[in-house]
């Protein structure tokens, strides 16, 4: 191979004008042409009318090493079972609109050693049959890579060489949703990249993978490192010396329990005549299908219904190959709980805002609505005279001792130490008249109004919001 590009292929020795220092394609070619070798000569321009009669034997076409600077959209309509063009170390700029798309047959195109700075993403349309594809040594500062990602556009490509360009960022996500057999073809290096982590972890896992777009032209596979630019080793980037990226990681999926997943075998063989799992508990999966909670799709991939805490581990792939043959491992981490919605985030929430308040009522019943000492003690103390309710709290809890026939309020007047001395033992013998056992009256009060007064406060509530005026 190239130290520049990515197997360049030499084409073998033909009959034609090569090295015949021709301005244009000699005429009349024989109609049963089969190869035309027109490299190295002075043919700088490919025009419409260069093969003037169908040549629908010519399968390879090789003009590299003419100087081209243009070639004509139409330049291919009369060779449509072309299977090899080499249009290599020329002079040319720019891949126009449905440049190739005459060409249903390509299967090998070269490219390389060029001054193409623009590529139409329509240039190659209609290559269904395009297997390799030779753009390094170029000027391409970006290069469609949406051809590649559905896979419908060329669908047999299995390497896209685009070396030594002008290439300072690459889409990392769409590069690694690639299926590995078209990663392993696909060569960047030599290339003006930006140093980043995710750059790093890209070429990582191919590394890891032992991808021949990573291995064979490692030396080569440099960034340049802010703000210097100082060219680097895109392996080296994980070294603390340097951005001290973290190590990637190749194949990790993350699901919880319930969940439905599939596991990818995504291996870098083309064509596989087998395939087999083997699941962590040490279950082989070959046929597909299958009524459990395992099964083995059509595309060697494997679907695992409601997941279950044991379910998890790693899962094994091994994949034979006419060459050879390989085994991916794809660890399925199952988090031991079921992930919810949006709803079920806002119903949680709800329910602690409920929480919170019945809490708070909680709180306000306890501090408001409890009754208070004074009561449970109500048989130990007299009761306050009826008359002394100016003085207290219209909130009192303090019960009457005649519930039935309420003694009728009376004119405010004060009160002797004989009358409420016997106030006293009334007190004392309870509800039903009767003597309490313990029941100790309170020593006789001081004569006055004030000495009252002071009875009458522990047996209520002050309140605040009482309106009373207190009497003096």
Known sequence: RSRAGAGHPT??????????????????????TAVLDLSHNNVSRLRADWAPGRLAHLHSLLLSHNGLTFVSTEAFAHVPHLRHLDLSS?????????????LAELEVLLLYNNEIAAVDRTAFENLARLRKLYLSQNHIARFPLELLKDGSRLPQLALLDLSANRLKSLPVAELQALPAWLRDGLYLHANPLACDCPLYELFARWHRRQLSAVLDFQEELRCLLPPSKKPVDILSLGSPGLLNCSEAKEAVLEAHLGDTVTLGCDTRLRAVSAREW???????????????????????????????????GTYACSVAGAVLNETLYVELLVHNFTLHGPHDT?????????????????????????????????????????????????????????????????PFRPRSASSAAAAAAA???????????????????????????????????SSVFSDTPIVV
């Open 11 to 32: 084409p073998a020795p033909s009959s034609g004008s090569r090295d015949a220092v021709l301005s244009g394609v000699p005429a009349p070619l024989p109609r049963f």
């Open 90 to 102: 020329n002079r040319l700029r720019a891949l126009d609109e449905n440049l190739f798309s005459d």
């Open 278 to 312: 083997v699941t962590p508990a040490g279950e082989r999966l070959l046929e597909e299908g299958g009524n459990g909670s395992a099964a083995l799709l059509a595309n060697g991939s494997l679907r695992l219904r409601a997941l279950r805490p044991e379910d998890g």
């Open 346 to 410: 806002l119903n949680t929430a709800y329910t602690t805002l409920v929480g919170c308040i019945l809490s708070v009522v909680l709180v306000l019943i306890y501090l408001y609505l409890t009754p208070c000492r004074c009561c449970c003690r109500a048989g130990d103390k007299p009761a306050a005279p009826h008359d002394d309710s100016i003085n207290s709290s219209t909130l009192s809890a303090t019960p009457n001792h005649n519930a039935e026939a309420p003694a009728p309020k009376e």
């Open 427 to 461: 007190a004392a013998r309870g509800q039903n008249g009767k003597f309490k056992a313990g029941g100790t009256p309170e020593p006789a009060p001081k004569e006055g109004a004030k000495a009252q007064r002071k009875m009458s406060d522990p047996d209520s509530v």
